[in-house]
């Protein structure tokens, strides 16, 4: 065993879920595809994971409040009782809300037996999504939040970033391949989850140009209307603070915001990409 991996499973003895992945993503060096220099505009995301049907009630509120936002599905999910099926994903999407990868089928990336056998599912779930009008999605959203080192190289060559469950207001540098979110309603566990708190995470990223992330489970059951309500409340606040809400494919194609990275082009660029 070397001395990194060494130090690597030390700290992950002392880290909450996910340790060992986290420990190594924050010991060893970020390779040059994982760079991603936050754009130094301020924006604030609001991703909803799994594609249940409760997202509506999110699909409502922000075009209520002509704001557009995210919602990360799992082929192999997709129609099922209690999910969206296409034709509403496609409603969704022509409204100008972003159509994320959740997985084909939900299961978690560090499971898969080999990288092969990872790309292979992800082929068949993004061919499945363009096939049923929602085009070819370019942010992941890992299910589970769950990604290591390489699952990272794995997923890189076809999607443009991938975001986790881990915890953090994305500033300044990021991995592109491991962008931090910040739960809101369902899955808040020990942090504050307050108005007041949320509100804070806004003014800073306001201040610092950053880019929070709100993770979102509308049909858990931690998400109660109170916490869609508030979310209209932030919306506000946040363009009260000229921070702007929008999408991360919006946020990171921003003029002028993008970092320059000639080693990890756009995926559709990529030679071979699907489109
Ligand atoms: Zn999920």
Redesign the pocket.
């Known amino acids: 065993m070397g001395l990194a991996s060494k130090i690597v499973g030390a700290v992950a003895k002392r880290l909450p879920a996910h340790g060992r992945d986290r420990a190594e993503e924050w010991l060893l060096p970020r390779r040059p595809f994982e760079r991603l220099e936050v754009p130094a505009s301020s924006a604030l995301t609001i991703i909803c ?2 594609g249940e049907t409760r997202d509506l009630d999110i699909v409502e509120l922000l075009d209520r409040h002509g704001a557009k936002g995210v919602f990360a599905v799992s082929p192999g999910l997709i129609g099922r009782p209690g999910f969206l099926g296409y034709e509403q994903l496609r409603t969704i999407r022509a409204g100008g809300h972003e159509i994320a990868f ?1 997985g084909t089928t ?1 299961d978690a990336f560090t499971g898969f037996a080999t990288p092969a056998a990872l790309e292979a599912a992800i082929g068949e779930g993004v061919a499945r999504m363009a096939a049923e009008g929602l085009g070819t999605p370019s942010t992941l959203i890992y ?2 939040g769950r990604h290591n080192r390489w699952v990272r190289a794995s997923v890189a060559g076809r999607f443009d970033c991938a975001f986790t469950t881990w915890f953090g207001l994305n500033e300044r540098h990021a991995n592109r391949f491991g962008i931090r979110r910040i739960p809101f309603g369902a899955y808040v566990g020990k942090l504050p989850g307050t108005e007041a708190w949320y509100q804070s995470l806004i003014d800073r990223a306001a201040a610092g140009g950053g880019w929070p992330a709100l993770m979102l489970h509308p049909a858990a059951e931690g998400h109660t209307p109170q916490h869609t309500a508030m979310l209209g409340r932030l919306i506000e606040h946040a363009r009260q603070r000229g921070v702007a809400v929008r999408t991360v494919a919006a946020h990171l194609s921003a003029p002028a915001g993008r970092a320059r990275d000639p080693e990890h082009p756009p995926a559709a660029t990529l030679p071979g990409a699907r489109v």
């Open positions: 994971d799994d959740h939900h299910p589970f």
